[in-house]
């Protein structure tokens, strides 16, 4: 579980003056969904191009299953869909796999299988050009998963599905990681990240800004509460959850306890004579964790819409 | 080695069911058969000059549509509009794809960038070998029903005068398509590819000549452009060039140096192709 299947060192892309990608350190473990998580334009894609070796970094190094990136070895045991389904309007979605299975000197059979694999099989026979933007992406997720290479990049991968597929895809991409294989997953859904990934990375601004898995991102969950003195609540909250543990949002309190150690924290308080008027549990999102982190990141708020 | 294998047979099934391809390849055998044949023939069986024949005998005439002739006669177009149509298609091929976002996909498949690369143009090779092939079929059967319909003797044409015929055509289209490739490469956008190449093919090289007759340097700047060669080419066969012929047939470079020259680009351009391809981000 620990060989790294991507490692990346000081990977740095630059376009002029502009810097895409600073410096970023990331790895991906064998058999893990690594959540690439990051706004629009914050360098998410450009750092997969450059895994894939559809560009060239400026500077740093990046190694895919133990050899340089986009070397000819690597791409032959990876599947990819970046930036956007890419295929040829005028064929259809079967043969536009058959196009790439050639190139992969894979049997034209793989073809069905992975049609199948994406509920495309119906459709098969039709032009590309046909199809719906929900198609057109689960297309590309076939052709990243023909051949069953041993890492899988999928950038954005719901992109234009509607709510049915992109439960769809999550299950997909879940059943990929039962079956060992990695998956390296860009996204700026907070939530599609937080329930299937085992890890993510955070990059914003071209940076990197934390690594580290999904619950260690969102810490301790938390159980809001409000009491009436807050004072003396507080100091009971304090008894129970430590001094740091505790934070004072207006009227209620933010305690850092586990949702199954509140009835504990209930007693405690009604013990001490304090009115408790409701107790709810409080679990930080990834979302939460995120704008926290982008803002500190960046020195500046963002805006929700730009991660929406 | 089996990578470039690959890339080709992935190559030619894309290029193959794409209709683009096939509307290409159909315009240069109509034009072909329009230009070699339909026109000369009614002026022969009316008895009547036009623009394009005047002046020829109803004896030549005929000549010109009979077997004997196929060499000359699937030649004869490929300067002007049948290199024109291979720049083209070639241009289309290479192009497209950066639209679409296939090359990126395909570069993403394992075979590396050269390997990719040099299928593709072997698979655009096939379709000019493929394109010529028909040519011949095509201008055969014509001209071997025409002298069966006119009562005269099928003479075909010697091997020898027939795969010359065959390997100037194809060595032209084949010029003309490697440098739609390029450009399409370098350019990464059918429009401006076809729009650049088509202006360059048609007009500019003919305008070069024209300024050639009064300043030398560019008279010799033009002997090394390609379609002056592949007119050269075309005229070291005996296709009849000048107001009266083929426009684009010319006399201006002895044959052995327009097939240098010709060769010269057929193995420059791909290889500039390649160059640009390896080197290149997709972004």
Request: hydrophobic share 50%; net charge neutral.
């Amino acid at each position: 579980m620990n060989e790294l299947v991507v490692q990346t060192a000081g990977l740095t892309k630059r376009y002029g003056t502009r810097l895409a990608v600073d410096r970023v350190d990331l790895t991906v473990r064998r058999g893990e969904v690594y959540g690439f998580l990051g706004p629009n334009g914050a360098g998410k894609t450009t750092t997969l191009r450059m895994l894939l070796g559809l560009i060239r970094p400026t500077s740093g190094a990046a190694t895919v299953l133990g050899m340089p990136a986009g070397s000819p070895a690597v791409t032959e045991r990876v599947g990819a869909l970046v930036e956007g389904p890419g295929f040829m309007p005028y064929l259809s979605g079967r043969d536009n796999l058959a196009v790439l299975a050639r190139y992969r000197r894979l049997p034209v059979s793989v073809v069905d299988g992975a049609l199948e694999r994406v509920e495309l099989s119906g459709r098969g026979g039709d032009a590309f050009r046909s199809y719906s933007l929900g198609m057109k992406q689960r297309l590309g997720v076939a052709a990243a998963l023909m051949g069953d290479p041993e890492l899988i990049v999928l950038d954005e991968p719901t992109n234009g599905l509607d709510p049915a597929g992109m439960a769809a895809m999550r299950a997909l991409v879940v059943d990929l990681a039962r079956s060992g294989q990695t998956v390296l997953l860009s996204s700026h859904l907070l939530a599609e990240v937080q329930e299937i990934c085992h890890r993510v990375g955070v990059i914003h601004d071209g940076r990197l800004l934390r690594e580290s898995t999904v619950a260690d991102l969102l810490g301790t969950p938390r159980v809001q509460v409000r009491a009436e003195p807050v004072e003396e609540a507080l100091a009971v909250a304090m008894r129970l959850a430590g001094d740091d543990g505790v934070q004072v949002d207006g009227a209620e309190l933010l305690v850092a306890l586990p949702e199954e150690r509140s009835a504990e924290l209930v007693r405690a308080l009604v013990g001490a004579g304090v009115d408790v008027h409701s107790v709810h549990p409080r679990d930080r999102s990834l979302e939460d964790v995120f704008f926290e982190m982008t803002a500190a990141g960046s020195g500046r708020q963002m805006s929700e819409e730009k991660v929406s | 080695m089996t990578t470039i294998v690959a890339s080709a047979r992935a190559d030619l099934l894309r290029v193959r069911k794409w209709s683009a391809t096939w509307v290409i390849g159909a315009a240069w055998l109509v034009l072909m058969v329009l230009f070699g044949y339909v026109f000369n023939y009614v002026a022969y069986r009316s008895g009547s000059g036009s623009f394009a024949t005047e002046g020829v005998v109803g004896e030549a005439l005929l000549r010109s549509v009979l077997p004997a002739n196929v060499p000359q006669t699937i030649t004869g177009g490929t300067p002007m509009f049948g290199g024109a149509l291979m720049m083209v298609l070639g241009a289309m091929v290479a192009s497209s794809g950066y639209g679409w976002g296939s090359w990126k996909t395909i570069l993403t498949q394992g075979p590396s960038r050269v390997a990719v690369a040099v299928g593709s143009l072997l698979s655009l090779t096939a379709v000019v070998a493929v394109t010529v092939l028909a040519s011949v079929v095509l201008a055969l059967g014509i001209s071997t029903s025409l002298a069966l319909v006119e009562g005269v003797d099928v003479v075909l044409p010697s091997v020898a005068d027939l795969g010359q015929g065959v390997g100037v055509a194809f060595l032209v289209l084949l010029m003309w398509a490697l440098f739609g490739y390029l450009l399409g490469t370098v350019l990464r956008g059918p429009a401006l590819a076809v729009g650049l190449g088509l202006v360059w093919s048609l007009v500019v090289e003919n305008l070069l000549r024209g300024v050639g007759n009064l300043l030398s340097w560019v008279e010799t700047l033009t002997t090394v452009l390609p379609g002056t060669a592949a007119g050269s080419l075309v005229g070291s066969l005996g296709a009849s060039g000048g107001p009266e012929g083929a426009p684009g047939v010319l006399t201006t470079l002895s044959g052995t140096q327009a097939l240098v020259t010709v060769l010269a680009f057929a193995v420059l351009l791909p290889l500039l192709a390649v160059l640009v391809i390896r080197r290149r981000d997709l972004a």
